[in-house]
């Protein structure tokens, strides 16, 4: 199994998707998986080698997947057509659009490697894709931030009617929502904990790192709130405006994608509509190409690592 991202030393859980997706397959003969030549890196070998007769493999071609999806779509069934997040935002938006999201199709698109989850470089790096997809009508977009939202999230949108985008980390994936009161519901955020100086708005990836911060930051008595907010679109955002709206406290944004388009303006805009006005920042990625290299040192060079997290907090109070 391949490993997504540093656990940290928090136990993980090999391929939380393929092993949902079983469970939920079990019990709904309705759904079929698809993948573009990539279901070992999808995790969607689990599901394939338990329903061959239900899983389709269609080689290095997204956009037909995806007009195959729409196809079983409608005839009834519910299809996971998976790929690598770039493949789907870039190369087969279009499809996407017209044969799903025009017709609110009950598809689910779940796809690896989401922001800056592998080290091979822009070809690989889909550190725009929510940027891409939020103006998409109907279009329900989540980002899971670990192998128990994984697990839950798979089962929620098999159960939700219509067309759905999901972020997926892959292979041997951390574990830590199981050590919180949580439990995933499409369209709402979760306050994992409270704080009173500093209020981390996260998704993906980057709640992981936004609850370690925390607690080194409660080390240097700096309190810490982290708000979860699994679901990209529709957001969450009278949970969001009632927890920026608590005075006092810095709210960072902290996402594992470009700071153009994603989470960080999402929440500015809903804020500013709402007519909040908190010390705003954001831990995003840079809007630029990024390097190819080893995953660790990519975080650290572009912000998204527990000790980068934690020092940025400390400038912005500090200043």
Excluded at 40 to 60: E, I, W
Excluded at 100 to 107: G, K, M, Y
Excluded at 212 to 239: F, M, W, Y
Aim: net charge neutral.
């Amino acid at each position: 199994m391949i490993a997504s991202l540093d656990a940290g030393g928090a136990p993980t859980v090999d391929a939380p998707f393929g092993h949902a997706l079983n469970e939920v397959a079990r019990h709904n003969d309705k759904i079929v998986a698809l993948t573009a030549d990539l279901s070992k890196y999808t995790d969607l070998h689990v599901f394939a080698a338990a329903n061959p007769s239900r899983f389709y493999q269609m080689g290095m071609a997204e956009q037909v997947m995806i007009s195959a999806a729409a196809g079983l779509a409608r005839e009834g069934f519910t299809p996971f057509a998976t790929t690598y997040a770039v493949f789907a935002s870039r190369r087969a938006y279009d499809f996407i659009c017209m044969a799903i999201a025009e017709e609110s199709l009950d598809v689910k698109i779940v796809c690896a490697l989401p922001g800056l989850t592998t080290g091979y470089g822009p070809s690989h790096q889909a550190t725009e894709d929510l940027a891409i997809f939020r103006g998409l009508p109907n279009l329900t977009i989540i980002d899971p931030c670990d192998a128990t939202d994984i697990q839950m999230a798979t089962r929620a949108i098999a159960e939700h009617r219509g067309p759905v985008y999901m972020r997926l980390l892959r292979g041997r994936v951390p574990n830590v929502l199981h050590q919180y009161d949580y439990r995933f519901q499409i369209g709402r955020a979760s306050l994992l904990r409270d704080g009173g100086d500093v209020l981390f708005i996260a998704t993906g990836l980057m709640t992981m790192r936004a609850l370690e911060a925390a607690k080194r930051l409660r080390a240097d008595g700096i309190h810490c709130a982290v708000l979860h907010v699994p679901t990209i679109k529709p957001l969450d955002a009278a949970r969001i405006r009632d927890e920026a709206a608590k005075a006092g406290r810095l709210v960072v944004v902290a996402e594992n994608h470009t700071r153009i388009g994603g989470l960080g303006e999402a929440v500015a805009a809903e804020l500013m509509r709402g007519g909040i006005h908190p010390r705003f920042c954001q831990i995003a990625l840079p809007d630029e190409f990024l390097d190819a290299g080893a995953l660790p040192t990519l975080h650290d060079r572009y912000g998204l690592s527990v000790d980068a997290v934690a020092a940025r907090v400390k400038q912005w109070l500090e200043a």
